[in-house]
């Protein structure tokens, strides 16, 4: 069982940038495991934002979020990343942390992830 907590949400005005973390109570040292984020606004679908795999570091992004979202993880400290610039009103949702062993075709599929963290609210106003 892994636990993972995010913080960093918050309210910003567009163009600004928040930093997202997720704190992971275990991380695994396997080619297949795999931390992302999504992110949900009220009555939409959850959708991947960003995934990293742990051990060769490779990242995938959402083309709604290419250029302006970074990903990136400490896995001395199991903490996973995501720096948001450029934020615009469309970036606003609950944004999630989710980690579970996957193949490169599913880092956007939330199906495919085993744990999940409770969200941080992003808000941005116009």
């Known amino acids: 069982q892994v636990r993972l907590v995010e913080s960093g949400g918050g309210s910003v005005q567009a163009g600004g940038s928040l930093r997202l973390s997720c704190s992971a109570s275990a991380s695994y040292a396997d080619s297949g495991y795999c931390m992302g984020w999504f992110r949900q606004a009220p009555g939409e679908e959850r959708e991947g934002v960003a995934a990293?795999?742990?051990?060769?570091?490779?990242?995938y992004y959402a083309e709604s979020v290419k250029g302006r979202f970074t990903i990136s993880q400490d896995n001395a400290k199991n903490t996973l990343y995501l720096q948001m610039d450029s934020l615009q009103p469309q970036d606003t949702a609950m944004y999630y942390c989710a980690a579970g062993w996957l193949s490169s075709s599913a880092t956007m599929a939330s199906g495919a992830y085993t744990y999940w963290g409770q969200g941080t609210q992003v808000t941005v106003a116009s």
């Open positions: 990293i795999f742990r051990v060769s570091g490779r990242t």
